[in-house]
């Protein structure tokens, strides 16, 4: 196969666009694929200051340098989740990412917040994701307010997108489908949330990390065994196989025809939000949940004899 701009050999092969490009005409690729999100969907404004949140994986990373490359005034921010063997690998490879680009970063030590991620997995009766998800959209959605930032990027891709919109809709949670999409506005306490990868698949950021030389946290999180998500990408990896081109019509059939009529349904249900009396995070109870979180733990914490 020939790559589709230079006809010299291409390295990377696209079924669902039907093409393949060479590294450096892949590069360029992608590039244009984000911008295409950031205009098409009004992500990211003139003069805006943009907190993207890290992982230490190829998604986030990637994100941080392309945005970077485009111009824009990013940020980064880490959340230490305070797991052994997993949150300080992760954190090592943000820190020399962003050092070795001359990049802004932020970190945010669970422990220090007495929320690390193995108490929170111990004393809390709910499944450990559900409550590491909640805990990490908190404090992202705290620091751009706190500091500034008119807008928070995280790196979901298009893969993402497609298994989350397939979870929410086989259960027809009417609340996180009307959410979900490139870009969620800021209102009632929450800062503007955005996706550039939207368009490109988890197999494109692998390819755009590779060639760019980022070292990544690839190591799964311990506590993520069994989780629902990654079985539904796997389903979908294989229609993409059969179907090349079907998470993209899927996704983007949902946000033309689907995500509307979700948003008005919502519009007339919507619960009235206020600040939350401990830290002033946007919430319809007096305390959010990341902070009932953090008292429970707390209290189980200090009744725990193990801990004496």
Known sequence: MKCRRCKAPAEVSLPSHNTGFCRECFGLYFSRQVETAIRRHGLILPGERVLVALSGGKDSLSLMLELSRQGFDVTGLHVDLGIPASSAPARAKVEGFCAAHGLKLRVVELEKEGLPIPDVKKYIHRPVCSACG?????????????????VLATGHNLDDEVARLFANTLRWDAAYLSDQGPCLEAENGFARKIKPLCRVSEFETSCYAFFNGIAIHSVPCPYSGGASF?????????????????????????????????????QESGAALAPCERCGSPTSTGLCGVCRLALTVAERRAADPERR
Not at 234 to 253: C, N, V
């Open 134 to 150: 909640k805990i990490k959209r908190h404090w992202f959605n705290r620091v751009a307010l706190a500091e500034g930032f008119q």
């Open 230 to 266: 990654t079985g539904h990408k796997r389903l979908w990896a294989d229609l993409e196989y059969q179907s090349p081109g079907t998470k993209m019509a899927f996704y983007d059939g949902f946000l033309k025809r689907g995500r509307p009529a979700f948003q008005r349904q919502e």
